[in-house]
């Protein structure tokens, strides 16, 4: 980055400091999204071109962009992949039907599905055995519902929030369990689920909840980003939950917020009135297109570039064993962050 950097200080009052950046930490790529990525690069390796990736990788249009200059080639649909090809399944998961789909094609299926999404398949899974109703928070539209409801269809109702509580057809005592999409905001999920708590007297669910550690540690670093400054950009993709989340809970925090798929989308109006300015990324956001903004905003006078503190991510997922090099047997480490993409 142009910009200076150095770590965040006690603030002074406005009137007395140079307008500011304020970076969030953690902030940008997480485990999964690394892990998935390193996916598609190794099948590009070991491949060669092309290979399929079922649905983007994740969402994040410039490394759906930069991979398929390497070769990769996004479909909609397992259908849409020519039979006994390479494919990949998203970060984001798929239901068996998706599955079976791929193996009647025959193709070589590579999964990229975070393993925090998986586990929340697996107990979608086991909580349709124990006969109970799953009640899935999230938004019905996203691939990662549509997955996860896909393991127990005619068991499954989709909860989008706390009105849909009370509506549910179904008896206060039904034996019923809530599973949740990890990238929802971690406080409306909460209200959603003691909403269910104060009605359902059987309900199960997991101990420790379904939301990702980097989705919510990357919402408490907004917290913090919002209560400091006096507007809040992310980095993130128009069609990623968890950046929208982001600045959903950075407006409830006090501060202006504004979604920022890279530079060339900064609204220069936005700063109008602002002495400090907030940034962080969503978890499918590669760290280039922040360095992109802070040095569009560095064009514009905010020289001064501090980083908050935060906690540091130490999180990595294993490559799948199928990647091994066919020589050595050796399973690639999955690549970090800056090395990705």
């Known amino acids: 980055m142009s910009a200076t950097m150095q770590p965040a200080g006690p603030d002074a009052p406005a009137g007395d400091r140079p307008p500011r950046v304020v970076l969030a930490q953690p902030r940008g790529f997480c485990a999964g999204v690394r892990r998935a990525i390193g996916i598609v690069e190794r099948a590009l390796d070991l491949h060669g071109a092309p290979v399929y990736v079922r649905k983007e990788i994740v969402h994040n249009h410039h490394v759906v962009a930069e991979l398929e200059k390497r070769g990769a080639r996004f479909v909609d649909s397992e259908e849409d992949v020519p039979e006994g090809a390479v494919c990949v399944f998203s970060a984001h998961g798929v239901s068996p039907a998706v599955r079976d789909g791929a193996a009647g094609r025959r193709l070589e299926v590579i999964d990229a599905t975070c393993p925090l999404v998986s586990k929340v398949h697996q107990a979608a899974v086991r909580y349709a055995r124990d006969g109970r109703t799953i009640l899935l928070v999230g938004h019905a539209d996203h691939e990662e519902v549509e997955g996860v409801r896909g393991e127990a269809p005619e068991r499954t109702i989709v909860v989008e929030n706390e009105d849909d509580v009370a509506t549910l057809d179904l008896p206060d005592d039904a034996p019923v369990a809530y599973l949740t999409q990890t990238t929802l905001s971690f406080d409306e999920t909460r209200r959603v689920v003691d909403a269910l708590r104060a009605r359902f007297t059987d309900l199960a669910g997991p101990a420790d909840g379904d939301i990702c550690y980097a989705s919510q540690n990357r919402q408490n670093a907004v917290k913090a980003l919002a209560r400091r400054n006096d507007l809040v950009l992310v980095v993130g993709s128009r069609n990623s939950s968890n950046s929208i989340r ?39 956001a590669p760290e280039i297109l922040v360095r992109g903004l802070v040095d569009r905003l560095a064009a514009l006078g905010w020289h001064d570039v501090e980083l908050d503190d935060g906690i540091a991510e130490d999180v990595v997922f294993s490559m799948p064993a199928r990647l091994a090099d066919p020589v050595t047997g050796r399973v690639p480490r999955t690549p970090l962050a800056d090395e990705a993409l």
């Open 246 to 284: 982001m600045v959903e809970v950075a407006r409830e925090h006090g501060s202006a917020a504004h979604l920022v798929p890279d530079a060339g989308h900064l609204d220069e109006s936005w700063l109008a009135g602002a002495s400090s300015i907030g940034v962080s990324s969503g978890a499918s």
